[in-house]
């Protein structure tokens, strides 16, 4: 079994934000694969689905972005799932806009997110595919930034971002990591 885990923060409030581009990339795959993820498991939402065989669990961790690693954790542990089958999806302040990144491992870069993750699987490995949402204009903090809305011409940029995420996603799945990586981190 593989999870594959949008991160975000739950509720409307936060819906368009930037922090919510991994619940955006998990739900376009639940949208183009017909899976609903509304099943709440544990502190997360989750969608079932088998692709060539591979059984998928796509999730949204309803903890808040800084508690993802609890809802995650769990998770793995409820299902016997090693952190080595875990896919985490995630915005990226340190990629400019609209560049992917797929790496096996790593730090957490500043990304709350992630560290939490990091903390509640002890720094075991696990799959990552970094969205780029750029750096905030001068004079404005980070934290805030990721908590607001995409520009106009972020907005217009989007589709086609959520789509390409959704594909490196199936692409790690399909064709592996090596492939995967060598397809999307490249540079637009």
Not at 76 to 98: A, K, M, N, T, W
Request: proline residues 5%.
């Amino acid at each position: 079994m593989k999870l594959f885990a949008g991160l975000g923060n739950p509720g409307r409030k936060y819906e368009h934000t930037r922090h919510n581009l991994g619940f955006r990339v998990v739900d376009h795959i639940g949208k183009q694969h017909g899976v609903i993820i509304n099943k709440k498991t544990g502190d997360s939402l989750v969608g079932k689905w088998t692709l060539e065989g591979e059984k998928i669990l796509l999730v949204k961790p309803q903890t808040y972005m800084n508690r993802s690693g609890e809802a995650i954790s769990r998770l793995l542990d409820e299902l016997q799932v090693s952190p080595h089958d875990l896919v985490v999806i995630y915005d990226d302040l340190d990629l400019p806009f609209g560049r992917i990144r797929i790496r096996p491992g790593g730090s957490a870069g500043g990304h709350r997110g992630v560290l939490s993750i990091l903390e509640s699987l002890a720094g075991a490995s696990f799959f990552r595919v970094r969205v780029g949402i750029g750096r905030p204009p001068d004079g404005v903090d980070p934290a805030e930034f990721v908590l607001q809305g995409f520009t106009g011409e972020e907005a217009e940029q989007l589709g086609p971002l959520v789509d390409r995420a959704a594909d490196a996603v199936i692409c790690l799945l399909r064709e592996g990591f090596e492939r995967a990586m060598s397809q999307f981190n490249r540079t637009l």
